[in-house]
């Protein structure tokens, strides 16, 4: 069964510095990624795909992700973190089987201190 | 804002009870998704449709029941309330249901059963 996992809870950083939030998938064929980000009380908003091609995919609001075949991984990744940057992030996959659906991991607590 | 719709946003009411969460999705969207959010159990997908007919079904319960309507709308229907149910329903919308197509995500409807 297709899978993504976070293996961090939370992640902390500092206003200006890079960040990096990680994803690991485990997927039979070709793996379709996706990252989520949710502000407090809001939606989930789409910031990027990866569906082949450049293992670069970049996004909304500055973000990208690195896709790594032989590490089964999709980080997101922002060089210069803003305070305005704290909130839920999701990585997820899409799994076709009878229709399509998202499997998300658990999330990762962005927080960027000022 | 992502052009998904959810009505209500909050929900209050008692075990034992039915309730019903619409959803108008994007303008030319034909492909619809309900997810739940809890804390014990993160993001699950439930069941999508596309073009009003069921596509594929997740961790939905008995209880719970969805439609997509002619106009592609589409109600979730809850009953028998349990407290368990309490959570945050989201519907996400995307152009035609396939594995590589972004889904976008309205602003959910908090339900709390009492």
Not at chain 1, 17 to 24: D, E, I, Q, S, W
């Amino acid at each position: 069964a297709q899978s993504v996992a976070q293996p961090e809870d939370q992640v902390n950083v500092a206003e200006g510095n890079p960040l990096t939030v990680k994803c690991t998938y485990s997927v039979s064929g070709n793996p379709y990624l996706f990252w989520y980000v949710q502000y407090p009380n809001r939606g989930l908003q789409f910031l990027l795909k990866y569906i082949t091609g450049d293992n670069l995919v970049k996004g909304s609001y500055g973000f990208e992700a690195e896709f790594n075949k032989s590490q089964t991984s999709f980080h997101l990744k922002k060089p210069s973190a803003l305070v305005s940057d704290s909130a839920l992030y999701f990585c997820a996959v899409s799994y076709m089987e009878y229709g399509n659906k998202l499997v998300f991991g658990a999330g990762t607590i962005l927080r960027v201190k000022s | 804002d992502s052009g998904v719709t959810q009505t209500p946003k909050h929900l209050i009411t008692a075990t034992g009870q039915r309730v019903t969460l619409r959803c108008s999705p994007r303008s030319g969207d034909l492909s619809v998704y309900w997810y739940q959010q809890s804390l014990d159990q993160g993001l699950q997908f439930l069941i999508q449709y596309y073009n009003g007919e069921e596509r594929a079904k997740g961790n939905i319960l008995e209880r719970f029941s969805a439609q997509q309507f002619p106009d592609l709308h589409s109600e979730l229907n809850l009953s028998s309330l349990e407290l368990g149910d309490s959570a945050l329903y989201f519907c996400a919308s995307s152009v035609d249901g396939g594995d590589t197509d972004t889904q976008y995500f309205g602003p959910g409807t908090r339900l709390t059963v009492l």
